[in-house]
């Protein structure tokens, strides 16, 4: 799996609407490979449709879950001043000259509980404010059911809240040993899905979308990937043929475009932080002790060394003005 899959399922295999046909249709013209899917680097498109239309891959774009959940942050604050609400006690905590607070999640290690709970957030804002409920029938739970349960006639009807998108998503976390910048890339290749396929997620698909994304971004990011029979001992009834469906689907949607840029991801952490502060979902804080602090300064000191070779290396190739101080200077010849 990974970047060995690139060009090698023909388009007429493609899941894709009448929709997403038409324009694979319209992006076929270009640089075709040898199976007919088009080279990903033919496929940008220009700056400002890119930086509009695709987050996911563009680190200046804005990301579609932070905007999404700006409505209902703008009408809590506007409800909570209008009704004269209290904020109630603070439960932040702030740092003074004696007590230095910081959480344990970096853009590098990001700490697990806290990442799952603002993905989850983020995948809950997505439903609750969905503009349409264009779907795909390959991830329709309906069509695809994930348990022996019988879904319900109105299953399309109700919006999953927060808690119940948390324990869906942290439950496969557990049982396959995921990491937390694993679901961070989810969430990257969730909009990207929902940016390309031009589809929404909404109460039909969210648990077959979310569990795709997983699936493709558990291969790409960690070193020992859980197989999709894995999944098949966590999901009892889901089905080993089901999955490698799901997942052909997931990537020709994506049209194997799984390479998520150091910038995006980092674009993705911290807007994701935005987001849990926003929604009061604070990190967990807690003083600076001494065997931290010199845990964090050996770092800083690892870091800084690194850099020091590097701009070492780098004087030998070039000097700079400030560094001709010292150089011997040949004597002009007047003629």
């Known amino acids: 799996m990974g970047n060995t899959l690139t060009c090698c399922v023909s388009p007429g295999a493609s899941p894709k609407l009448g929709r997403a046909r038409g324009a694979a249709a319209r992006g076929g013209g270009v640089g075709m490979g040898a199976g007919g899917v088009q080279h990903i680097s033919d496929r940008e498109f220009p700056d400002d449709l890119a930086l509009e239309s695709n987050p996911s891959d563009h680190p200046r774009a804005s990301t579609i879950f932070l905007s999404k959940s700006q409505t209902d942050v703008r009408e809590k604050r506007k409800s909570n001043h209008i009704n004269h609400v209290s904020p109630g006690q603070l439960t932040k905590k702030y740092s003074s000259c004696s007590t230095i607070f910081i959480d344990d999640s970096t853009v590098s290690q990001?700490?697990?509980?806290?990442?799952?709970?603002?993905?989850?957030?983020?995948?809950?804002?997505?439903?609750?404010?969905?503009?349409?409920?264009?779907?795909?029938?390959?991830?329709?739970?309906?069509?695809?059911?994930?348990?022996?349960?019988?879904?319900?006639?109105?299953?399309?009807?109700?919006?999953?809240?927060?808690k119940h998108i948390y324990r869906f998503v942290r439950t496969l976390f557990s049982a396959a040993?995921?990491?937390?910048?694993?679901?961070?890339?989810?969430?990257?290749?969730?909009?990207?899905?929902?940016?390309?396929?031009?589809?929404?997620?909404?109460?039909?698909n969210w648990k077959r979308i979310v569990l795709g994304a997983i699936l493709l971004a558990s291969k790409v990011w960690d070193d020992q990937a859980v197989w999709n029979v894995d999944y098949?001992?966590?999901?009892?009834?889901?089905?080993?043929?089901?999955?490698?469906?799901?997942?052909?689907?997931?990537?020709?949607?994506?049209?194997?475009?799984?390479?998520?840029?150091?910038?995006?991801?980092?674009?993705?952490?911290?807007?994701?932080?935005?987001?849990?502060?926003?929604?009061?979902?604070?990190?967990l804080l807690e003083p600076l002790s001494k065997e931290r602090a010199q845990k964090l300064e050996a770092i800083s000191r690892l870091c800084e060394d690194k850099y020091k070779d590097l701009s070492k290396a780098a004087m030998r190739r070039s000097f700079s003005a400030d560094n001709l101080v010292g150089i011997r200077r040949s004597n002009a010849i007047l003629s």
């Open 177 to 204: 040993q995921l990491t937390a910048e694993c679901a961070i890339v989810t969430l990257v290749y969730l909009e990207r899905l929902l940016t390309y396929a031009e589809i929404d997620i909404c109460p039909s």
């Open 110 to 162: 990001p700490n697990l509980r806290s990442t799952i709970k603002c993905v989850t957030l983020a995948i809950y804002y997505h439903i609750k404010n969905r503009d349409s409920d264009r779907s795909l029938d390959i991830f329709d739970e309906k069509s695809h059911p994930l348990t022996r349960e019988e879904v319900p006639d109105d299953y399309f009807k109700h919006d999953p809240d927060h």
């Open 232 to 283: 098949c001992q966590i999901l009892k009834d889901i089905t080993v043929e089901d999955m490698n469906e799901m997942e052909r689907h997931f990537l020709e949607l994506l049209q194997f475009n799984i390479n998520v840029p150091a910038s995006v991801y980092a674009k993705y952490y911290f807007d994701l932080r935005s987001l849990a502060d926003d929604n009061h979902l604070s990190f």
